[in-house]
Nanobody
Framework: QVQLVESGGGLVQAGGSLRLSCAAS????????MGWFRQVPGKEREFVAA????????YFLDSVKGRFTISRDNTKNTVYLQMNSLKPEDTAVYYC????????????????WGQGTQVTVSS
C-alpha cells in the first residue's frame, strides 16, 4: 500500500513558478515509478510527467516540455514537479500517482493516487 499526499498548489500569475510535492508513505516508494496528472472540470485526467524508480528517466507531456521538471528524493519518499513559465492553460487540479513505466515510456498507475492540489494561473 502506498498513500500519497500532494502539496504546493496555489494561485500564481502567468509566467510564474510553483513547485508541487508528493509525499508517499510506506517502504516501497523506490519500487514505483511516479507520475503527475492534471484535470480540469469536464475533461479527462491528463498525463503531465513521469519519472522512473531511480530518477534516471523522465517523460513529459509535449506542452510542458522545457517548462516543467520532475524529480524524486527516495530518501524522503517524495516526488516533485517544478513548474516554470506557467500559463493560464496549466490551471487544473494536479494529482500524483505511483505506478510503472512501460518500455515505450507510457506511465500506468498502480491505483495509488493522491487527493490532488489546485493550481490556478491567472492571466
Amino acid at each position: 500500500q502506498v498513500q500519497l499526499v500532494e502539496s504546493g498548489g496555489g494561485l500564481v500569475q502567468a509566467g510564474g513558478s510553483l513547485r508541487l510535492s508528493c509525499a508517499a508513505s510506506g517502504r516501497t516508494f523506490n519500487r514505483y515509478a511516479m507520475g503527475w496528472f492534471r484535470q480540469v472540470p469536464g475533461k479527462e485526467r491528463e498525463f503531465v510527467a513521469a519519472i522512473n524508480y531511480s530518477g534516471g528517466s523522465t517523460y513529459f507531456l509535449d506542452s510542458v516540455k522545457g517548462r516543467f521538471t520532475i524529480s524524486r528524493d527516495n530518501t524522503k519518499n517524495t516526488v516533485y514537479l517544478q513548474m516554470n513559465s506557467l500559463k493560464p492553460e496549466d490551471t487544473a487540479v494536479y494529482y500524483c500517482a505511483a505506478g510503472a513505466i512501460s518500455y515505450s515510456g507510457t506511465f500506468t498507475s498502480a491505483g495509488y493516487w493522491g487527493q490532488g492540489t489546485q493550481v490556478t494561473v491567472s492571466s
